[in-house]
């Protein structure tokens, strides 16, 4: 039987209020987009698996391997015989740092969904910061306090981050930090086209224009031990700025969101 869309969405929220009451909260999917991310990649789902577990009664740990051309794939299909909280995505071919994030964000099943990298330059301990935010708040994100790049990409970032936020009036203090955990609602209850670097400031853009609440944390950030660095490659960059101008048309022109039940202006 079809239920209508109000019924939905009382019926999810009736679950994350229960949980979130409890010690543990209900459930979460932890997605880590991987390409050729070999040499990181079981250390990220298994500390994912320690972590998570601690705070949440179910946790499934989805990582999307984007292609990779290394030994990814196998790695994670090995993780998932040894451990059932492991439920890869596997893309045929490279779709880029959005398609991975898309594809884990709306593959997972649980209450709460949660992102980062799989290349170990955050601290998933620091999930714990996190959760205290989720309580009264639809997204809870982090924001690197001291990046651990280089000047010219912290320049880079900087730049973007301020474009970004005029254009779109998003009141993040950093989009692209990896660490973002959100309630299932906002994620049912939005539509991603971008396939590049853009994926965050889509996501955000949408849930502002819904008056999904938003808290922010600062986190640590250290530098990649391992694996190829590919976030500041010119095309990148390149298709970023296309994907930032596409956005900006489609939103500029669309009828403003309807206004979240209960949601309060961020
Ligand atoms: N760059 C890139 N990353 C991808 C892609 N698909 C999945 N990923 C993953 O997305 C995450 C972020 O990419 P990174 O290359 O670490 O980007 P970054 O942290 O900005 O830059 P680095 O300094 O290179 O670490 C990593 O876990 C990648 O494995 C892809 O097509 N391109
Ligand atoms: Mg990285």
Known sequence: MLLPATKIRFLTMTTITTATTSKKLSSVSVVFPAYNEELNIENTVLKAIEVFSKYFEEVEVIPVNDGSSDKTGEIIDRL???HKEVHPIHHPQNKGYGGAVKSGLFGGKNDYIFFSDSDGQFDLEEVSLL??????????IGFRAHRADPWHRKLNAFCWGTLVKLLFGIKAKDIDCAFKLFKREVIDSVTLESNGAMVSTELLAQAGLMKFKL?????????????????????VILKAFIELFK???KLKHSTPAPKKAGAQNQ
């Open 80 to 82: 998932q015989k040894e």
């Open 131 to 140: 959760l205290p935010l989720i309580k009264d708040n639809d997204i809870a």
């Open 215 to 235: 808290a922010q944390v600062g986190v640590s950030h250290y530098p990649r031990q391992a694996g190829e660095q590919t976030g500041a490659n010119p095309w």
């Open 247 to 249: 956005l900006y048309g």
